[in-house]
């Protein structure tokens, strides 16, 4: 049966967009937001009949235009030509789970009832989300700033019969959709086409997607992390929590404690060891990954404050009789924050990496790239290559977006956040991390079987044993890439009830 959700004015959660992310979600709209929706498009209808005065997107032109006012018999076609003249986009499609999320967090903007929107419209964004119609949208057109306005623009173009759509796997026309499901076009009416394109939804839908998969990464790095230490026969005393109360950085904190709790009943961490210290990568994984767990807690305060926030222009307050033209689309909160998530996540695989590194390097009684008869077989050498090419990217995708601006309609938006471009440098840094890791693991399960007969905590050895049954243990040479694309789907899809028990970390 299908996960339910629905659209209504309470404040969303983690919990609430972790289902929206599940692929089997369906949405419908709450009668109080049906209510707001309505209240406002009637307020807006009688504005428009009863007023003289420009009203900014609604009789005027846009950007720079606002200067221009537009007829009344007009109102409706300037809205149709908003959505068909902004569709920009260029470059490669975005991925039909990042349209599906653009679907949902329109729909939920428009909800609270200050857009000015019909219910028609909102409803239609919900249609397209449960029926899986999603919209061709485009990477490159967004300056996150007067809203995502290139992207939503292909976003909306099939609610008025326009552009194409991704459809039980198969690229057809809008047209050939709407007939499909027995749907007639949409016609805008005054302000709706603004609507649908100021806001924030394409950053958001990357940055929702980015922050949900980044709490699972770090969880995983701990957990695998965890494994490397036991592996490379490293030292406990780095976790113990007195080192930690006397520098209270949370995150750091709360790593220490995970990663004990991880290696608790561990034959491996409490043995003699012939080392008196291991290198920073093992040393240091609290206050590094710990650094990481406090950036994403504040990044997934600014996505839940963007989720649970209208972002168009102008915006409309009934009660109070106005219509105010301010900047609620500006995606600078986004903007920095996703870079501030690129920085965070690539510390975990640039960390994860040296891990990775250190035990093919045939120290600690390990053999050189952990395969038996080096020389004839390579082993595990050439998976860190690969990582090590990954977190390179990664330190390149880390140069921050946020810092640039170039000026756009004739200098009326001389501002930019660039928070499109942020958001999507974050979407290949947290895949890349998956790959990163999923090396990690794939090293640390093959090392830990030259430790043979100690054995790790139960908790690991359950997770080893997990990931055994996807990829074996390497006797000699084999097609490694194969392994790689396995683990990286496990690291996807295990439950994490088995990586980090009732640990909360955030």
């Not at 005393?237 to 608790?264: C, M, T, Y």
């Amino acid at each position: 049966m299908s996960a339910q959700h629905t659209i209504s004015p309470r404040v969303l959660g983690l919990s609430d967009l972790g289902k929206i992310l599940q692929g089997d979600c369906q949405l419908n709209l709450s009668q109080e937001s049906k209510t707001r929706i309505l209240r406002c498009r009637e307020y807006l209808d009688k504005k428009i009949s009863s007023t003289s005065e420009p009203l900014y997107g609604i009789n005027t032109g846009f950007g720079s235009l606002y200067n221009k006012n537009i007829s009344k018999e007009d109102l409706e076609r300037l809205q149709d030509n908003l959505v068909k003249s902004h569709a920009c986009g260029t470059g490669p499609e975005i991925p039909s789970e990042i349209v599906k999320l653009m679907l949902f967090l329109k729909a939920q903007s428009l909800s609270y009832g200050y857009s000015g929107v019909q219910l028609e419209t909102v409803e239609r964004l919900i249609d397209f989300y449960n029926h899986n119609v999603f919209p061709k949208v485009y990477e490159m057109g967004s300056l996150g700033a007067s809203g995502d306005l290139a992207p939503l623009a292909h976003l909306s173009l099939p609610l008025i019969g326009l552009g194409e759509v991704e459809f039980k796997g198969k690229t057809i026309s809008s047209g050939e959709m709407l007939e499909h499901l027995h749907w007639n076009p949409l016609h805008f009416k005054a302000k709706e086409g603004l609507a649908l394109l100021n806001g924030t939804q394409f950053m958001g839908a990357f940055g929702m997607w980015c922050t949900l998969h980044a709490h699972r990464l770090l969880t995983l790095a701990n957990t695998i992390a965890a494994l490397s230490l036991d592996a490379f026969d490293g030292r406990p005393e780095p976790f113990d929590q007195k080192v930690h109360a006397i520098r209270p950085q949370k995150g750091q904190w709360k790593v220490a404690n995970h990663i004990s709790q991880l290696l608790k009943g561990s034959q491996l961490i409490s043995q003699t060891k012939k080392h008196i210290q291991d290198p920073y990568s093992f040393r240091c994984i609290p206050q590094v990954h710990g650094a990481s767990l406090d950036s994403i807690h504040y990044v997934t305060e600014v996505i839940l404050a963007e989720v649970n926030g209208v972002t168009d222009n102008p915006n409309i307050f009934p009660d109070d009789d106005q219509i105010i033209s301010a900047g609620n689309f500006h995606g600078q909160p986004l903007a920095l924050s996703m870079d501030f998530l690129c920085i965070a996540l690539a510390e975990l695989g640039s960390i994860s990496e040296r891990r990775t590194y250190q035990l093919i390097s045939g120290t600690r009684e390990l053999p050189n790239y952990l395969v038996a008869n080096p020389g004839i077989n390579s082993g595990l050498m050439i998976p860190q290559y690969t990582a090590a090419s990954l977190v390179s990217q990664n330190k390149q995708l880390s140069t921050p977006a946020s810092v640039d601006s170039i000026v756009s309609s004739n200098g009326q938006e001389d501002h930019v956040s660039m928070g499109a471009n942020a958001a999507l440098k974050a979407y290949r840094v947290t895949n890349n991390v998956y790959s990163i890791l999923s090396i990690e693991l794939i090293t640390a399960c093959q090392a830990l079987q030259f430790r043979r007969p100690l054995r790790s905590s139960p908790r690991l050895e359950e997770f080893v044993n997990t990931f055994r049954g996807i990829v074996p243990f390497m006797e000699s040479d084999r097609l490694l890439h194969n392994d790689m694309v396995s683990a990286e789907k496990f690291l996807k899809e295990v439950t994490l009830g088995i990586v980090d028990g009732d640990e909360r970390l955030f």
